[in-house]
Nanobody, 123 residues
Framework: QLQASGGGAVQAGDSLRLSCAASGGTFNNLATGWFRQAPGKEREFVAAIRQNGGSTFYADSVKGRFTISRDKDRNTVHLQMNSLKPEDTAVYYC??????????????????WGHGTQVTVSS
């Protein structure tokens, strides 16, 4: 089971750190991704990290501002979001699974999903 937390309402330029905790299992053998969904839009890829804290992947819209990382000791994956923009406003979801390289940016690449956490950025 995945539990996302850390969302909130902030001003443009502020930072937030989202966390995704796994219970009843471990992230060590799973790739973990963050996706987001704004009202009226499809769920979109934000960032992912391969198994065992390997390669990371980012959407172009967040590259250089967001960082995904894995805390193995706490069985948690974080998404550090800096320089937030109003267009980052969305419900953020964490997901885990066994995506291959061609599906690591796709919702179809993930088997397990957590409930979302709302991020609201005002200008």
């Amino acid at each position: 089971q995945l539990q996302a937390s850390g969302g909130g309402a902030v001003q443009a330029g502020d930072s937030l750190r989202l966390s995704c905790a796994a219970s009843g299992g471990t992230f060590n053998n799973l790739a973990t991704g963050w996706f987001r969904q704004a009202p009226g839009k499809e769920r979109e890829f934000v960032a992912a990290i391969r198994q065992n804290g390997g390669s990371t992947f980012y959407a172009d819209s967040v590259k250089g501002r967001f960082t995904i990382s894995r805390d193995k000791d706490r069985n948690t994956v974080h998404l550090q979001m800096n320089s937030l923009k109003p267009e980052d406003t969305a419900v953020y979801y964490c997901a885990a699974g066994y995506p291959i390289l061609s599906t690591i940016r796709s919702v179809n690449g993930y088997r397990y999903w957590g409930h979302g956490t709302q991020v609201t950025v005002s200008s």
